[in-house]
């Protein structure tokens, strides 16, 4: 079946250090794929999107490019900030159920000053 | 704007108590969702509903009743909560199609004792 697997965390980094959250999917079919952000306290809301191979998403110096080959949707950012601290959540639309989305496990971030 | 509003954000239950879980969005969306989150578990999908008056099970449905009376309203009642229902639950609302983006309210954090 459907699933979206996210490397474990939690992840700590330094101010200004470079992002990477791996993503990987398995799917039937070509889904859209997204990238959603958790503050503390608060419901997740939409960071990026792409919906079809090679489509690059990006909002708020973040980035992620939809890989077919290798099944992926790595999230980076290229100089994190505090504000950035969140838990980061993969996920995936499931085939033919519309926009009905699958989503990883997260990954918590923790940048340090 | 509202968005997705829950109610209520914090409870406490005893083992067998039930009690129902409110979700309203004002976007005039078809889909609204119940999800649960665990720690290491990411989201899963307790129930979901495409439009008004339809209703399915997600992945993890057992224990849960659900209703969509209108299309603003989406309820998740626990007949008898058990302590494996501790979790923090959300509600979220999105437009029909693969590609669009789902909306979450804040969360209910729910403690079953």
């Known amino acids: 079946g459907d699933s979206v697997t996210q490397m474990e965390g939690p992840v700590t980094l330094s101010e200004e250090a470079f992002l990477t959250i791996n993503c990987t999917y398995t799917a039937t079919g070509y889904p859209s794929l997204f990238w959603y952000v958790q503050y503390p306290g608060e419901g997740l809301q939409l960071l990026l999107k792409?919906?079809?191979?090679?489509d690059k998403g990006s909002n708020k110096g973040f980035e992620a490019t939809y890989r077919k080959e290798t099944t992926s949707f790595h999230l980076e950012k290229g100089s994190v900030q505090v504000s950035d601290s969140a838990v980061y959540f993969c996920?995936?639309?499931?085939?033919?159920?519309?926009?009905?989305?699958?989503f990883g496990q997260g990954t918590e971030l923790s940048v340090k000053p | 704007n509202a968005g997705v509003t829950q109610t209520p954000k914090f409870q406490v239950l005893k083992t067998g108590q039930s009690m129902t879980l409110q979700c309203a969005q004002d976007m005039n969306h078809n889909s609204m969702y119940w999800y649960r989150q665990d720690p290491g578990m990411g989201l899963r999908l307790i129930y979901y509903?495409?439009?008004?008056?339809?209703?399915d099970k997600g992945e993890v449905p057992n224990g849960y009743n659900v209703s969509r009376l209108n299309k603003r309203e989406f309820s998740l009642r626990l007949e008898s909560a058990a302590p494996s229902q501790t979790s923090v639950y959300f509600c979220?609302?999105?437009?029909?199609?693969?590609?669009?983006?789902?909306?979450f309210g804040q969360g209910t954090r729910l403690t079953v004792v």
């Open positions: 792409a919906t079809k191979a090679d």
């Open positions: 979220a609302s999105q437009e029909t199609g693969r590609n669009t983006e789902a909306f």
């Open positions: 509903s495409a439009s008004e008056g339809t209703t």
């Open positions: 996920a995936s639309t499931i085939y033919n159920q519309g926009g009905k989305l699958i």
